[in-house]
Nanobody, 124 residues
Framework: VQLQASGGGLVQAGGSLRLSCAASGFTFDDYAIGWFRQAPGKEREGVSCISRSTGSTNYADSVKGRFTTSSDNAKNTVYLQMNSLKPEDTAVYYC??????????????????WGQGTLVTVSS
């Protein structure tokens, strides 16, 4: 099982970035994929989750209306489109595979494989 996150970078406040999470080594449709982030000195925070089988999505309140997660079946890839970025969005972003789709999707305990992380820096 491998999850490869990419797409991070430096962007000005108000700008946009799209992160990608390329998955391999498992049947993509059977799992949910979550995005988490961790800023220096802070705990890992759930950002979003998408159920591959139903297409259902969840978002943290802090990113609702600004971030959108989607998936490309053919490419086994999940995306996180981030718009109207704020300096407080600065963090390392990780994608992870959930053992099951849960209403407690924001808790890392539900995830068994993690990507290596990609750094997003938003300047003011």
């Amino acid at each position: 099982v491998q999850l490869q996150a990419s797409g991070g970078g430096l962007v000005q406040a108000g700008g946009s970035l799209r992160l990608s999470c390329a998955a391999s080594g498992f049947t993509f449709d059977d799992y949910a994929i979550g995005w988490f982030r961790q800023a220096p000195g802070k705990e890992r925070e759930g950002v979003s989750c998408i159920s591959r089988s139903t297409g259902s999505t969840n978002y943290a309140d802090s990113v609702k209306g600004r971030f959108t997660t989607s998936s490309d079946n053919a490419k086994n890839t999940v995306y996180l489109q981030m718009n109207s970025l704020k300096p407080e969005d600065t963090a390392v972003y990780y994608c992870a595979r959930a053992r099951m789709y849960s209403n407690r999707w924001y808790e890392p305990i539900w995830y068994d494989y993690w990507g290596q992380g990609t750094l997003v820096t938003v300047s003011s």
